[in-house]
């Protein structure tokens, strides 16, 4: 009786071995899952980093001490995306992308600079022409975006673009007959000396 029983423990063994290496040979036919089904991603280029100016006024200082300025507006930065080919993604998904590119959180698309400038307290150490200034850190490039189809098998929906945000925002006073470090807001300012 015991051996009949083990005879029979492995004859289904057996069975359910071949079933189930037959199994996949149903599905060899069907295209490899790739990604997820509606995953949308983006792959940037020319992405690039820089400040710019949006306030700065010269100003003389006759003696060292603090003084209270106010710069004048110079030019507006605003977030957002523009669709140059394709299908149109989001603004919002677009800069979203890009932040997870570059450093420092972006601003949301649809978000602006201010046109009207607070005034700002400096302290001088020395008499002398100076620029009190505010600015941002400009981050751009340019995206090609696509969406998994709805059965995971391969991207299309394809979407090109550029796109345009600010992450960091400074102000200050630089004297124009400094030499401030080239890529920093300080040297921006220079230009208005």
């Excluded at 490899?32 to 006024?57: F, M, N, Q, R």
């Excluded at 001490?65 to 140059?84: L, P």
């Amino acid at each position: 009786m015991s051996k009949r029983f083990l005879s029979t423990v492995v004859a289904t063994g057996v069975a359910a071995v071949s079933f189930v290496a037959l199994g996949p040979a149903g599905t060899a036919g069907a295209a490899p899952l790739v990604c997820e089904p509606g995953y949308k991603s983006a792959s940037w280029t020319s992405l690039d980093k820089s400040w710019v100016i949006t306030h700065a006024k010269q100003i003389k200082i006759p003696k060292s001490g603090s003084y209270t300025k106010t710069a004048t507006y110079r030019k507006t930065v605003s977030s957002g995306r523009e669709v140059t080919g394709g299908a149109s993604y989001s603004a919002n998904w677009v800069i979203s992308s890009m932040d997870a590119h570059v450093s420092g959180t972006l601003s949301k698309a649809g978000e602006k600079t201010k046109k009207k400038s607070e005034p700002a307290t400096f302290n001088f150490n020395k008499p002398g022409v100076y620029v009190v200034f505010s600015g941002v850190k400009k981050a751009s490039g340019y995206y090609t975006a696509k969406t998994c189809n709805s059965k995971g098998t391969g991207f299309g929906k394809k979407g090109y673009g550029k796109a345009r945000s600010w992450s960091v925002q400074a102000e200050g006073a630089v004297k124009c007959t400094e030499s401030p470090k080239k890529g920093t807001a300080k040297r921006e300012a220079k230009a208005y000396c």
